[in-house]
C-alpha cells in the first residue's frame, strides 16, 4: 500500500482558496522571524527575566519601577520591530476578503504595522505600544511617559485622573478582557478556515479556540516549527517557517 503524502503548502493554499470566512490566529511564532522573542520557550525572555504579576505591579511601587525600567529600556523586547513575510500574508487574507479577522495572541502591534485594519485584529493579550489608565482606561503614549520619567523619575501616572498606568497589555495574574474574547469567540463560530500561524496552543483559554472552530464544523490547519497537542486534531498540518508559507499561499496580487 502507498503512503500517503504529508501535506504541503500547495494543500494549505488550496485551503485558502476554497475557504469563505477564514480567522487567522496567531502566536508568538509568527513573530520570531521579526526578531521577538518567544518568551516562554527555553532561552525565551521568562527563563531570563521573572515575569511582574498584576497583583505585583498594582501593589508595589518597586515593581511597578522595575515593569517600566524593562519597557523603557526595551529589555522586555515587545515591540520596536518590523512586519515580516507572515504578516504581510495575513493582512494581504485580510484585504482580498478571504479573511475576517486576526486573532493573536501577541502584544507586539505588528499586525496593524502591516496593513491589517486595527478593527480587524482582535488581541486577546492586549497591546504593549501603549499604557492605559487602569482606572479610567484613558490611552498613553510610551515616548510622552518616557519623557517624563526620564526628566523627574517618578512612576507613570494618569494625566487625566492620577491612576496607575501600565502598558495595554495582560499581564500574568490579569483577568482576560472580555470584550476581546466575545468577539473571537463570535468570530470563531463563524468561520469556516481557522488557520493557526505559530501557536504552541498551551496557553488558555485562547487555545481554546481552534478546538471550537473544529466543533462547529470549520477545517483547522496549524502551521508551526514544533509539534502542538492539537496536530492529532487538525485537517492540515506543516512544521514550517510561517514567512515562506504565507509567501506562498497568499501571494500579492
Known sequence: MASRMPPSRADLGRLIADARRIVVFTGAGISTESGIPDFRSPGGVWSQMKPIYFQEFVASEERRREAWSRVFSGRAGWVGREPNDGHAGVARLIHAGKASSVVTQNVDNLHQASGVPPERVIELHGNASYATCLECGLRHELEDLKVLYEATGDLPACRACGGIVKTATISFGQAMPP?????????????????????SLVVYPAAGFPVMAKRNGAVLAIVNREETELDPYADLVLHDEIGPVMREVAPAN
Open 179 to 199: 470584550e476581546p474574547m466575545a468577539r473571537a469567540e463570535a468570530e470563531t463560530r463563524a468561520c469556516d478556515l481557522f488557520l493557526v500561524l505559530g501557536s
